[in-house]
């Protein structure tokens, strides 16, 4: 009944590889410290880049988290803009401010990369988004007009491919076109979305990834590896290794002759052998058994929309995308009722709904019946549901969906409307 979040999931695979790993304890720093953990790492990587269609002329790296991804990616963007900032660093030196463009729904990883690479959180400017919670274009190109005029630097745009409130996707030919005809670094955030790239229905969602420069997938997200195991993939992954190749004299004969160290790849020395539970869990899943998976996530979110759509007191917030569903409680007052994307109407009872459907979460939760969580889109507080366990069937959702109706009405009948 945890339906909160991305509803990350184990399985009995990738269980069983997470008890195979630890005991092997082995460190995939380097190929001759382990070279089985290294080279199963090059084979998921090349599998996952198969499945979602990208192209091979990117080649990828195992991290742990797609926030260490992104600013892996910003890092290799920041170098390209500014040469020499790996030696040199950014102060005391006669650079324009750098900025990096993503619109207002992506994930707080790009401002965190923004910080942690000297940057700076006000050099993320937020672009608009559609009325279906997209990047719009054109105010991207405005931003980045009007930040050339002041002076600025250009330095990346971040699309995103399944935003974390409404897995929306943005669309990233236009973005890319931008990037192309700016300079700039296109790395696309495919966390949650990148790996429905691999369901037939979904496969527009990579329209434009070979013209980006990176993209991270979250196979812990979406393709059902236990936390944590993210894919950074680069095109021409060389300019990332330029960035964080670093061999002290104590690591000099254990990198002679080998073709791949992962540790070149990052900021990190030792490595956890991840790539065996992927192997153990896609092995045992297959490709077909993964979309299989995938699909029936996309059948029950639409499922459950209807629902929501058949209840005259609820209302969908924005368009349900892959497992991604986000509706609001309206109560009997239909008057709130108004289409997705539109503006914030000036009721005064707005302010008692956003606090009706917070409460109807915190309820919810507080009932240990099952776990929801809320977001704020426009303005208004609405409440969310994302699929992702693969142990989730059509009767989990079912009794969800009755635990919603009856604590939103028990709510509203108390006076909280
Ligand atoms: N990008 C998006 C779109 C996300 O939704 C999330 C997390 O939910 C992240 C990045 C960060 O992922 P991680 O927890 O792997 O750093």
Not at 155 to 162: E, H
Not at 193 to 212: C, H, I, K, N
Request: glycine share 8%; net charge neutral.
């Amino acid at each position: 009944m945890f339906l909160g979040y991305f509803g990350w999931t184990s399985t009995a695979p990738g269980i069983l590889g997470e008890i195979l790993t630890a005991p092997l304890n082995v460190n995939a720093m380097t190929w001759r410290t382990c070279p089985a953990a290294t080279e199963l790492e090059t084979v998921v990587i090349d599998w996952l880049r198969q499945w979602v269609g990208l192209s091979d002329d990117f080649g990828g790296v195992v991290y742990d988290t797609a926030s260490v991804g992104i600013m892996h990616a910003l890092a290799t963007a920041r170098e390209e803009a500014a040469p020499s900032t790996r030696i040199l660093g950014l102060a005391n030196r006669d650079l324009p401010r750098l900025r990096i463009y993503t619109s207002d729904q992506a994930h707080s990883g790009v401002d965190k990369a923004a910080i942690a690479l000297g940057i700076g959180e006000e050099n993320v400017v937020r672009v608009s988004s559609d009325d279906q919670f997209r990047m719009d274009v054109n105010s991207l190109g405005h931003n980045v007009v009007q930040d050339r005029q002041k002076g600025f630097h250009p330095m990346a745009a971040v699309a995103t491919v399944g935003t974390t409130s409404t897995a929306s996707v943005d669309p990233v030919p236009e973005i890319a076109k931008i990037c192309r005809d700016e300079k700039m670094w296109l790395h696309i955030d495919g966390a949650y979305g990148g790996g429905f790239a691999m369901v037939p229905e979904y496969e527009s969602v990579r329209q434009g990834w070979d013209l980006a420069d990176s993209i991270v997938i979250n196979p812990h997200k979406t393709v059902f590896v236990p936390l944590d195991f993210s894919v950074l993939y680069v095109r021409g992954l060389e300019r990332l290794r330029r960035v964080f190749t670093l061999v002290p004299e104590y690591l000099r004969g254990d990198t002679l002759e080998a073709e791949k160290n992962y540790m070149d790849y990052g900021i990190q020395l030792g490595r956890r052998f991840r790539a065996l539970k992927a192997w153990v869990i896609w092995r045992s899943l297959g490709r077909d058994g993964i979309v299989a998976r995938l699909k029936e996530q996309i059948r029950l979110a639409n499922l459950l929309a209807s629902w929501i759509q058949g209840d005259d007191r609820f209302e969908l917030a924005a368009p349900v995308s892959m497992g991604v569903i986000c509706f609001r409680f309206l109560g009997r007052d239909a008057a709130l009722r108004h289409p997705i994307g539109a503006a914030r109407r000036p009721y005064q009872k707005q302010n008692h709904l956003d606090e009706l459907n917070s409460q109807i979460v915190e309820r919810i939760n507080a009932s240990g019946r099952a776990y929801l969580t809320h977001t704020k889109l426009r303005g208004q507080t609405v409440m969310r549901i994302g699929l992702g366990n693969i142990l989730t069937t059509e009767e989990h959702l079912h009794t969800a969906w009755e635990i919603i109706r009856e604590t939103a009405k028990a709510l509203s009948i108390s006076g909280a409307q």
